[in-house]
């Protein structure tokens, strides 16, 4: 008996160490207060309040793999699609199931595929760069996706030129950068919203407001925000200048550009294919994925492989790991391959599951809200007339309440950041002018607000 005792004391020892180690088991927006998804109906810039809960219900692991329960749905707002996609973020009732030991692929590299092929910390799908359509050569036209005919071979032929999701379908993105595909809403993409972006290229938040799983900061080193399907993690935009976590913070560099070329007879290695439209108005450099090259930048540290990712240190992994970054220029607009791809740097092992078939442990956060420095929020605009913003800079595993002071310490209005998201909006109309005070419940710092 004691001996039964002693293995299984051993056996929850190791899974509190596996807890306690792993960052794939620790780092997922587990929605412990009944937060619901939100969207948008065009034409309306309420947001309607769903059933559906947000982000992830649950996270369980074994000793060599981390299973995350998700309705995919984010706790920030979605929708509309301009595009006429007629779908809303539905409940997927998935489960993922991940690697907690990925491994790098020695052999030939595993293409992305159309799909899922990732998963953002807040159970939100990842997918690649492609949106399904294609150039149909024999016809010299588009195949494949909604409002056009099918591609020769079905939808998993290989196509010579494939359409790039994020310049074609970009105003069918929500602000948010994302959109669903028949319920399962996911991001191409870098999922912070449009408006945060340091040139604005949609206009789509300006109506139907939005955030989303974080904010970027050059300042500081990205969060974590999801993984891969090889089990490798993903980053935002920025991360220390050098692989051993020296040279400060850079902006995360894509290796891919744009091919100067006119007309689409060849791939970037030389390879003849059958010819895809010339570029112009229509087609423009940079809307087939065979528009771009991978350019080596040997002694470029803050340069990124063909993968899009790079090994090297960071805060969740100060031993070092495989990491991939969500990708943008200098204006933050998205940057090509955008998080993955073309092909994983790990041997893809990661897929969804209907059930779990072994024995695990139920992950618990115990993590409360962090404490607030002065520059981990904003308020703004400010002075203000209309609407007043405030900001965190980071996703945070709670809830925070936002409160809104008068000069005289009373307090007027307030408000929640919820869980996953990033922002709350106070109304400024009926406001007397003056000078007022923004304060973050259970926190020690406040910032003042003058109203106009």
Known sequence: MKKILRCILILCIGNQAVAQLNPAIEHWLINSTGITG????????????????????????SSNWVYVTTT????????????????LATNQNAIFKIPLSPAQNTGTFTATTGGNIGIFVNGVALFDYRDGVAWNTSANALCGGPGNPPCPGGPIAVMSWN???IPAERPGFDCSKGHPAMGNYHH?????????????????CDLYDADGLYVIDSMVHSPLIGYAYDGFPIYGAYGFKNADGTGGISRMKSSYQLRNI??????????????????????????????YEFISHAGQADYLDI???????TPEYPNGIYCYFATVDSQWNSAYPYVVGPTFYGVKTATKVT????????????????????????VYPNPSNDIIMVQV?????????????????????????????????????????GLYQVKIQGQATTKKLVIQ
């Open 307 to 313: 993968h899009n990712g790079r090994f090297c240190v």
């Open 262 to 291: 006119s007309t689409r007879t060849v791939w970037a290695d030389g390879t003849d294919v059958p010819d895809g439209p010339a570029v112009s108005t229509t087609y423009p450099l940079g809307y087939f994925r065979e528009d």
């Open 188 to 204: 191409h993409q870098n999922p912070s919203a449009f408006k945060l972006d340091l040139t604005v290229i949609s206009n789509v």
């Open 355 to 378: 059930s779990i078939t072994e024995p695990v442990s139920t992950y618990t956060s115990s993590a409360g809200i962090n404490e607030f420095s002065d520059s981990d929020w904003s």
């Open 393 to 433: 800079n980071e996703f945070k595993n709670q809830s925070v309440t936002v409160e809104l002071y008068d000069a005289f310490g009373k307090l007027i209005q307030t408000q929640r950041i919820v869980q996953g998201s990033t922002i709350a909006y106070f109304n400024a109309d009926t406001l007397y002018k």
């Open 38 to 61: 939100r969207h948008y109906v065009q034409g309306n810039s309420t947001p309607i309040n769903e059933t559906t809960l947000a982000n992830v219900q649950s996270v369980q692991y």
């Open 72 to 87: 995919g749905v984010p706790s920030y707002i979605t929708g509309p699609f301009m595009d006429g996609n007629p779908s």
């Open 163 to 165: 359409r790039d999701a």
